[in-house]
C-alpha cells in the first residue's frame, strides 16, 4: 500500500511516521508513506497556497491550482483508488471505513487548512471527505495521521501478531475484554483467576463474556448495530 499525504506543514508527520508501528511497516516494505508539502507545487514566488475568500469573510482558503498541480503528478504516475479529503463535515471515521480503505493500494489524503480548501476541489478532485469525530481540529494532519495509522495496522504482516487487528475492540462489534500482566498478586490486587487456570475454552468464554458485559456497560450502541 502507498499513502500520499499532501499538506503545508509535513514536518508534523516527520516524527510520527518515523519512530511509530508504521515505520517498522514502511522497512518491512509492507506500506510508503510520502508527506508531500504542498508548497513544492505554488507557482507563486512567495509559495503561497492560500488566498483571501471570494465574498470577504475571516480566514483564508487553500487555492485550487496548487492542489490540482499536486493531484494531477500523483495520478500521472499511478491510479489512486481514492483522493481523501480530511474535513470535519466529512463521513465519520470508524472501523468498518478503516476495514475498506486498508484493503487500497494508493490512497491520496489531502490536509485542509484554514478556511478549508476551494470548493471546486472537492467538487472535481476529491472522492471522498472523511472526518475522525465530531470536534474541530486546527488542521487536517492529526486527521490525516490518524486514518493513515487506523488503516496501516490493518495491512497483513504490519501488526506482529497476525490475529491480533482481528480481535481488536470493534472489529467484532464489541470492545476488548480486560488484560493482565505479572504479577499475578501486585500488594493484594489480584488478577481474576480464570486467566491462571490454564482451560484456554473457559478462558475464551470469559474474555467474551467481558467484552460484552463492557459493550452492554460502555457502549451499548455497538450492539446490534451490525457493524
Ligand atoms: Cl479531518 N479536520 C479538522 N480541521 N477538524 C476535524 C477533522 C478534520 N475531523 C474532525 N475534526
Known amino acids: 500500500m502507498r499513502i500520499d499525504i499532501l499538506t503545508v ?58 492542489i490540482h498541480r499536486a493531484i494531477t503528478e500523483l495520478k500521472s504516475q499511478r491510479a489512486y483508488d481514492e483522493v481523501i ?68 495496522r490493518l495491512v497483513p504482516g504490519v501488526i506482529g501478531d497476525e490475529t491480533s487487528a482481528l480481535s481488536d475492540s470493534f472489529q467484532d462489534g464489541l470492545v476488548a475484554p480486560p488484560a493482565y500482566t505479572r504479577p499475578a498478586d501486585y500488594q493484594g490486587w489480584k488478577v481474576p483467576d480464570v486467566l491462571l487456570s490454564g482451560h484456554q475454552a473457559r478462558i475464551d468464554a470469559w474474555r467474551h463474556e467481558q467484552a460484552v458485559d463492557r459493550t452492554r456497560k460502555r457502549r451499548p450502541g455497538l450492539l446490534g448495530s451490525g457493524e
Open 9 to 66: 506543514l509535513p514536518d508534523l508527520f516527520t516524527s510520527w511516521f518515523g519512530e511509530s508501528i508504521i515505520e517498522r511497516a514502511r522497512s518491512k516494505g509492507l506500506v510508503e508513506v510520502h508527506v508531500h508539502d504542498l508548497r513544492a507545487w505554488s507557482t507563486d514566488k512567495h509559495r503561497r497556497v492560500d488566498d483571501y475568500p471570494f465574498g470577504g469573510g475571516a480566514g483564508m482558503v487553500m487555492q485550487v491550482e496548487p
Open 85 to 152: 479529503y480530511l474535513s470535519p463535515d466529512g463521513e465519520l471515521l470508524g472501523q468498518p471505513l478503516a476495514n475498506q480503505l486498508s484493503t487500497a493500494r494508493n490512497l491520496i489524503l489531502l490536509c485542509g487548512h484554514y478556511k478549508g480548501v476551494d470548493e471546486r476541489v472537492r467538487e472535481h478532485l476529491i472522492t471522498r471527505e472523511v472526518s475522525i469525530g465530531d470536534y474541530v481540529l486546527t488542521g487536517g494532519e492529526l486527521a490525516a495521521a490518524v486514518l493513515s495509522d487506523a488503516i496501516i
